[in-house]
């Protein structure tokens, strides 16, 4: 293939996933709104953000059906995935909200579609690499929006002076900067040169996570941080290996009690409280409404909409007007019921199960990226609400996961392996 072409192609991957996540457009089109603003900022039209992945959609297409033979092996990989996007273009039919239940299907679709699109057009290694481009892209970029930008880099109203960088909300920037960090790492343990600009982009995602005052994603990163070190582990010779697992789990269950002991003291020192901000206050309420609606949910996202949606019985009874449940266990309960959870809870164990295989079959650091991003996953979805959503970052990534490590493996040529041969034989 034409060297241009392989360019294009992978700066329009790399560029779609920065639309995916956010960053800079919605910041930009709010015109640099922050929570709490006097005046409120007032509605925002994102219908550049909506042609521009509408755009994203007709590419992706195309590029999958120019490949069609390559496509069609990865498609079939993991059928519980399409069943529960089956699922959810099905509750169409039980939808609160049908028309708008459609519209998201429509992104749902079209979101899925890149993921196929990055499982089947790249390898892991490939995947890191433009992941690494991305958030080195938005740790430079927020740095010069913090710093040129003010108005737009830095939040006023309620959590004044927190850095949000290219993105909308300082915890939206948080919740990047943990996974780039991540990133970064693995580039950097496996890289043979230059190897200082990935320490670099490491060292730059911390401080830009310290400077978000996100106390969530730090936590979750340091947990991510331990897990690592711990999957290691499984790379040693099995009696080894299993000594140090025992004790390791021994330490842990000392450790747990005396979290559990001092548990006010800790969520105190990054900011919280046993509440977490209050979002256990209206989980009951969220429950609730689950029961009423318990095996199919109300539909693809047909249950949020404030006052004229089925939401309206939380936010009379709470003062906090939430967008979502700020639990993305709980969301999805909430659109496609226990049958849309019992599906996806199944295939990511699953994937999970795959991902740590990998730990051992895969003696390169690029092994390590989707067992640790799956455990992202399970953490931010804690407190936020990213499982199943259109047009979302974490969930492109996820679904890329649940193909690329079912894709088959040679010995010597294995998709998280420094030996894959380079389709791309480009540096970019």
């Given at each position: ?33 922050s929570e709490g603003d006097e005046g409120g900022g007032g509605p ?60 998201r299907i429509i992104a749902l679709i079209g979101t899925m579609l ?49 850095w949000r960088g290219m993105y909308n909300h300082k915890n939206v ?256």
């Amino acid at each position: 293939m034409n060297n241009r072409l392989i360019f294009a192609e992978k700066a329009f991957t790399i560029l779609s996933l920065m639309n995916y996540s956010g960053a800079p457009l919605v910041l930009i089109l709010s015109g640099g709104a922050s929570e709490g603003d006097e005046g409120g900022g007032g509605p925002t039209d994102f219908a550049l953000i909506q042609l521009l992945f509408l755009v994203i959609y007709f590419i992706t297409f195309c590029l999958l059906v120019l490949r069609w033979k390559k496509v069609i092996p990865v498609i079939h990989k993991s059928v519980l995935t399409w069943l529960l996007i089956g699922v959810a273009v099905f509750s169409y039919f039980w939808s609160y909200e049908p028309k708008l239940t459609m519209t998201r299907i429509i992104a749902l679709i079209g979101t899925m579609l890149f993921s196929v699109y990055l499982a089947s057009r790249y390898s892991g290694k490939e995947q890191l690499e433009l992941l690494g481009w991305l958030f080195g892209l938005t740790v430079v970029g927020s740095f010069l929006f913090c710093a040129g930008l003010p108005k737009y880099g830095v939040m006023g109203g309620v959590h004044a002076g927190a850095w949000r960088g290219m993105y909308n909300h300082k915890n939206v920037l948080g919740k990047f900067m943990a996974p780039s960090t991540i990133v970064f790492l693995l580039l950097a343990l496996r890289a043979q040169k230059k190897r200082w600009l990935f320490w670099g982009g490491l060292g730059l995602s911390v401080l830009l996570l310290i400077l978000s005052k996100a106390s969530s994603p730090l936590l979750n990163l340091i947990i991510l941080l331990v897990a690592f070190l711990l999957f290691r582990i499984l790379r040693w010779r099995y009696d080894l290996m299993i000594t140090t697992l025992l004790g390791i789990s021994s330490l842990g269950l000392l450790l747990y009690t005396l979290i559990v002991d001092n548990a006010e003291a800790i969520a105190a020192a990054f900011g919280k409280d046993l509440t977490l901000t209050g979002r256990t206050d209206f989980w009951p309420l969220v429950v609730d409404k689950i029961e009423q609606r318990p095996w199919l949910g109300y539909g693809f996202g047909a249950f949020w909409h404030g006052y004229d949606g089925p939401s309206s019985y939380i936010w009379y009874a709470v003062t906090f007007k939430a967008p979502n449940s700020h639990n993305g266990y709980l969301d999805l309960c909430l659109e496609l019921g226990l049958v849309g959870f019992s599906i996806y809870m199944i295939e990511f164990v699953i994937s999970f199960q795959k991902a740590i295989a990998y730990i051992r079959l895969v003696k390169t650091s690029d092994a390590f990226f989707p067992v640790l991003f799956l455990i992202y996953i399970i953490l931010a979805n804690l407190t936020e609400s990213t499982l199943i959503i259109q047009n979302n970052f974490f969930f492109v990534i996820q679904v890329a996961i649940f193909f690329s490590i079912r894709i088959p493996q040679e010995p010597e040529k294995t998709i998280f392996d420094d030996t894959y041969p380079n389709r791309f034989d480009i540096r970019f």
